[in-house]
């Protein structure tokens, strides 16, 4: 019994750790070293590259379809629109003029969470979670002002974090929570001509102080454990890259770019490395990767979206496209890796990203069949969900081959147990067990 534990673990083991090998050593590296302020050249402050190869398309089917389980809509909430996806596995997302509803994507099981109180809400939305909060906005078309909450996911107490500010119809809110559950939440008013009312927040959840970080501001990520956001003076034709420690609260600019025709519209990255995007709104751009050997910036990736980038998250991005694109009848989304420089041939709807765990919207027939409001339901589509933790993705090996493991030691936690295995090119997670050679 035990040699076959030994053969199928070192077989595990090396396709593992060839795919772990195609990583980038970037881990020890940090932006500070090479994101500087370049000098202007005709077009950009950019000092360009010759640009990354062509991204190269990746079964999605194979990679995370036939891994994923499926899960179905409340039949009680025909209404229910999908808006973030937990660590833990469950989606959150609003009934119209209902609240807030999670579905358990392991379980399969449902709940109303948050019931909405006034009638004259607009709706609501879902912007961040993590594992003690529920960040949610109501809105008011009629007084056009919205209303920012915090639900606590264990005692189901709300809590009122900014009421009264006033919104236009068509917004943009980016928030997560930190490691430690600060809140970091921007509010993008959509206003090229007046940026100002853009204002980037943190949030601390043990005394509820909402403090302002910044004016003109959007695209806040964390990297390197520091916050990165994009400052963009609209007046002045003038964007660039601020470095905010949420510590000690000291600001450094990091990169400049002044255009009239386009600005820094986008920060991405995969935890290893910084990627920004320039173009004319929030919606399109050209994707760079800060190279941060030679200091400059390689061309990645162009993309034109028909709203607002729909997810960024451990270095995948997904966004909309628009119908002509592919003469879909209902919005079609792109699924890429930009650390890998992959783009998956994905063909279904919404996409949602979370740390341990994606969920998507399959549809179950051809979308010119599918009535307007109607996409969300279980005749229509369906979600699959394929969880990036230990299982399925399980193996052993031997305590021998320990020693070869412990030289990829950066793509390793060890606990008790034993040792955890991440191997983001794949997107596979492993646990690597003590089991002594005979």
């Known amino acids: 019994m035990l040699g076959k534990y030994r053969v199928v673990s070192i077989v595990l083991l090396s396709i593992c750790l060839a795919s772990c090998g195609q990583q980038k050593n970037t881990q020890e590296t940090t932006v500070q070293e090479s994101v500087t302020t370049v000098e202007q050249s005709k077009n950009t402050n950019f000092q360009l590259g010759k640009g990354s190869n062509q991204f190269n398309t990746v079964s999605f089917n194979e990679t995370f379809r036939d891994k994923s389980v499926v899960a179905h809509y409340a039949e009680e909430y025909p209404d229910f629109i999908p808006q973030v996806l937990s660590d833990d596995g469950k989606l959150y997302g609003s009934v119209d003029h209902i609240g807030i ?73 980016t928030a997560f929570f930190t490691e430690d559950s600060q809140l970091v939440f921007n509010i993008v008013k959509d206003s090229k001509e007046d940026t100002s009312l853009n204002t980037l927040h943190q949030l601390e959840t043990t005394t509820m102080k909402d403090q302002v970080i910044d004016l003109n501001t959007f695209s806040p990520i964390q990297f390197n454990g520091k916050l990165y956001y994009i400052r963009y003076d609209a007046s002045a034709n003038h964007s660039e890259v601020v470095q905010y420690d949420m510590k000690s609260g000291e600001k450094e600019v990091r990169l400049t770019h002044q255009s009239a025709t ?52 451990l270095g995948f991005m997904s966004y909309s496209v628009s119908n002509a694109e592919s003469g879909r009848y209902k919005t079609p989304y792109r699924l890429i890796d930009l650390q890998h420089q992959h783009e998956y041939d994905y063909d279904g709807s919404m996409v949602f990203l979370s740390e341990k765990g994606m969920a998507w919207i399959a549809f179950k027939k051809d979308t010119k069949d599918i009535p307007k409001g109607e996409t969300f339901r279980n005749e229509n589509s369906e979600i699959h969900y394929p969880s990036f933790s230990n299982e399925p993705f399980i193996f052993k090996c031997l305590y021998r081959h320990l020693k070869m493991a412990l030289t990829w030691g950066k793509y390793f936690k060890t606990n008790e147990k034993g040792m955890s295995f991440l191997s983001e090119s794949n997107l596979v997670r492993g646990y690597i067990g003590k089991v002594l050679d005979d």
């Open 101 to 173: 509803l999670e579905i358990d994507l392991k379980t399969n099981t449902h709940s109303l969470v948050h019931e909405m109180s006034d009638a004259t809400v607009s709706h609501q939305w879902v912007r961040a979670v993590d594992k003690n909060w529920v960040f949610f906005e109501e809105y008011t078309n009629s007084k056009e002002n919205a209303n920012f909450y915090l639900l606590n996911r264990t005692t189901g107490e709300v809590t009122t974090i900014k009421e009264n500010e006033k919104m236009p119809v068509i917004h943009h809110i």
């Open 262 to 313: 386009e600005h820094l519209n986008q920060l991405f990255t995969d935890q290893h490395e910084l990627y920004v995007s320039l173009g004319t709104d929030l919606k399109s751009g050209t994707i760079y990767h800060v190279n941060q050997a030679e200091k400059k910036y390689d061309w990645v990736y162009g993309y034109a979206s028909t709203g607002f980038i729909q997810q960024n998250h």
